[in-house]
């Protein structure tokens, strides 16, 4: 099925929203079938190179769901100012 190919895109989604690692592995391991996540699918997503994504800073330009960990959209100022959620 699809589901680690989804959550492999949303850990990288909740890395961007500055979620920890262990966070965005619990909720992968939630949903795929045998309830953990491997080392090279944590490995990927720890290497994931987010610093390298390209956000406008404008917020009307973005998912109004995005969250920064501070309240406010994500924008490309807030990738380099990430932190433990």
Same mark, same amino acid.
Request: proline content about 5%; some cysteine; aromatic content about 8%.
């Given at each position: 099925?699809?589901? =680690? !190919?989804?959550?492999? @895109?949303?850990? @990288?989604? /909740?890395?961007?929203? #500055? *979620? &920890?690692? %262990?966070?965005?592995? $619990?909720?992968? !391991? /939630? ?6 996540? &491997?080392?090279? %699918? /944590? #490995?990927?997503?720890? !290497? ?5 994504? &390209?956000?406008?800073? %404008? ?5 109004? *769901?995005? *969250? !920064?960990? $501070? ?5 490309? &100022?807030?990738?380099? $100012? /990430?932190? #433990? =959620?």
């Amino acid at each position: 099925d699809g589901g =680690v !190919s989804s959550g492999m @895109c949303i850990m @990288c989604l /909740r890395m961007l929203e #500055n *979620w &920890s690692l %262990e966070s965005a592995a $619990n909720e992968f !391991s /939630r949903y795929v079938k045998d309830g953990s996540i &491997s080392a090279a %699918e /944590r #490995n990927y997503v720890t !290497s994931f190179p987010i610093d390298q994504v &390209s956000l406008p800073d %404008e917020p009307e330009h973005l998912a109004a *769901w995005l *969250w !920064s960990g $501070n309240g406010g959209p994500i924008t490309a &100022s807030a990738i380099g $100012n /990430r932190r #433990n =959620v």
